[in-house]
């Protein structure tokens, strides 16, 4: 069975920085890429960062230049190191695994982030 998790959720302060973790189980990084989204009150889902299996990233324009996310085969596991935080990027952050574009059909539980 496929299993996401995610941690590193916290507080984090203006311009300061946070790291969230997403393990994989069930299955390898072998098929088309990872994503991390994240939604807040009152807003729509939005899709933050993704990365495919040679590498390749993407970002959302309101993250580009502060957000970054790799990816450790070895460790099944997805980061997604973020920087500069500022308080629009507080909100649930979900890591999500698509077997072909962009059909994201795994989903962890989500990690809240708090900037203040």
């Known amino acids: 069975h496929v299993q996401l998790v995610e941690s590193g959720g916290g507080s984090g302060q203006a311009g300061g920085s946070l790291r969230l973790s997403c393990i994989a189980s069930?299955?390898?990084?072998?098929?088309?890429?990872m994503g991390w989204f994240r939604q807040s009150p009152g807003k729509e889902r939005e899709g933050v960062a993704a990365?495919?299996?040679?590498?390749?990233?993407r970002y959302a324009d309101s993250v580009k230049g502060r957000f970054t996310v790799s990816q450790d085969d070895a460790k099944n596991t997805v980061c997604l190191q973020m920087n500069s935080l500022k308080s629009e990027d507080t909100a649930l952050y979900y890591c999500?695994?698509?077997?072909?574009?962009?059909?994201?059909?795994?989903w962890g539980q989500g990690t809240q982030v708090t900037v203040s």
């Open positions: 069930g299955y390898t990084f072998s098929s088309c890429c």
């Open positions: 990365i495919d299996t040679d590498g390749t990233t």
């Open positions: 999500a695994h698509a077997r072909t574009w962009p059909d994201f059909g795994y």
